[in-house]
């Protein structure tokens, strides 16, 4: 149902963009990471129809989550990579949201998970 797409490697201080299409309408979406022996930590989150974003602290101000004109693709602008950001990336969506969560996304949120895409800084 979603398909990321964008990651790669980068040396530290650049910027990588990645990409999720979700086959259908979505309310709420959400990137999420996890690096080798850690847990999945969300790190950003938006309102489709509202556009209202949130973020966890460890990406505020560097990650930026966004969607297209035609709202039919989720962006996460990455800019100041750091090598503490490697992890596999994953897009999350759900049709039906259920609130106004006023914090970085939870899992337990989404109902719909892309296969990943692996981002690498060195």
């Known amino acids: 149902q979603l398909v990321e797409s964008g990651g790669g490697s980068v040396q530290a201080g650049g910027s990588l963009r990645l990409s999720c299409a979700p086959s259908?309408?979505?309310?709420?979406m959400g990137w999420f990471r996890q690096a080798p022996g850690k847990e999945r930590e969300g790190i950003a989150a938006i309102y489709t129809g509202a556009g209202t974003t949130f973020y966890a602290d460890s990406v505020k101000g560097r990650f930026t989550i966004s969607q297209g004109n035609a709202k039919n693709t989720l962006y996460l602008q990455m800019n100041s990579l750091e090598p503490e950001d490697t992890a596999m990336y994953y897009c999350?969506?759900?049709?039906?949201?259920?609130?106004?969560?006023?914090?970085?996304?939870?899992?337990?949120?989404?109902?719909?998970w892309g296969q990943g895409t692996q981002v690498t800084v060195s």
């Open positions: 999350a969506a759900v049709t039906r949201v259920a609130g106004w969560f006023r914090r970085r996304p939870f899992e337990s949120d989404f109902r719909a």
């Open positions: 259908g309408y979505t309310s709420y």
